[in-house]
Antibody, heavy 122, light 111 residues
Framework: QLQLQESGPGLVKPSETLSLTCSVSGDSISSNRYYWAWIRQAPGKGLEWIGSIYYNGNTYWSPSLKSRVSISVDTSTNQFSLKLTSVTAADTAVYYC??????????????WGLGTLVTVSS | QSVLTQPPSASGTPGQRVTISCSGSNSNIGSSTVNWYQQVPGTAPKVLIYSNNQRPSGVPDRFSGSKSGTSASLAITGLQSEDEADYYCAVWDDNLNGHYVFGTGTQVTVL
């Protein structure tokens, strides 16, 4: 049974870098059927897709966040990570990691982690 | 600002039918399959409908999805109190090298 678990600091100072890791169990991150994604949700707001990565490092980015985001994958530990630079209070959100199926011919987010709240504050 | 537009709210009494629309464009709904997610406040979203009209195992058949052109819709027939939640459509958008987009979300209230 697939499980996705986010981990990382719950508090980040303005202008610093937010770093999160997603640990995947119950599936191989090296599968050729999936990308691995980050999604966030600011308090009281809707869902925002951040980006996703394939096991070989190929990535897609949200156009609005592309300049501040990097996503990496570690197939040896079955984890992938998110870095968001120069954060402000607007980056305060629950951050979800998720699996993105591509075997359908499209990208479909089909499984979510529980999410972790990251607050940007001094 | 999302490129997929949903009504902010919808409501109905138990047993009624509720529909939620999702309006997009040729670069997203018009060229990809639509997914729908249900999110109970304080919890992670879960997949309700994938590939326009497919239900994952465990999702009641009172939930159904459809797509036509650049619009999609989610229907809940026989509304139940546990259906009170936020609903989001989502799809891959081919613009700007490709990215996943979510709808603006619809809050469903069971009266």
């Amino acid at each position: 049974q697939l499980q996705l678990q986010e981990s990382g600091p719950g508090l980040v100072k303005p202008s610093e870098t937010l770093s999160l890791t997603c640990s995947v169990s119950g599936d191989s991150i090296s599968s050729n059927r999936y990308y691995w994604a980050w999604i966030r949700q600011a308090p009281g707001k809707g869902l925002e897709w951040i980006g996703s990565i394939y096991y070989n490092g190929n990535t897609y980015w949200s156009p609005s966040l592309k300049s501040r985001v990097s996503i990496s994958v570690d197939t040896s530990t079955n984890q992938f990570s998110l870095k968001l630079t120069s954060v402000t209070a607007a980056d305060t959100a629950v951050y979800y990691c998720a699996r993105e199926a591509i075997w359908t011919g499209f990208h479909d987010v089909d499984h979510w982690g529980l999410g972790t709240l990251v607050t940007v504050s001094s | 600002q999302s490129v997929l537009t949903q009504p902010p709210s919808a409501s109905g009494t138990p047993g009624q039918r509720v529909t939620i629309s999702c309006s997009g464009s040729n670069s997203n709904i018009g060229s990809s399959t639509v997914n729908w997610y249900q999110q109970v406040p304080g919890t992670a979203p879960k997949v309700l409908i994938y590939s326009n009209n497919q239900r994952p195992s465990g999702v009641p058949d009172r939930f159904s999805g459809s797509k036509s052109g650049t619009s999609a819709s989610l229907a809940i027939t026989g509304l139940q109190s546990e259906d009170e939640a936020d609903y989001y459509c989502a799809v891959w958008d081919d613009n700007l090298n490709g990215h996943y987009v979510f709808g603006t979300g619809t809050q469903v209230t069971v009266l």
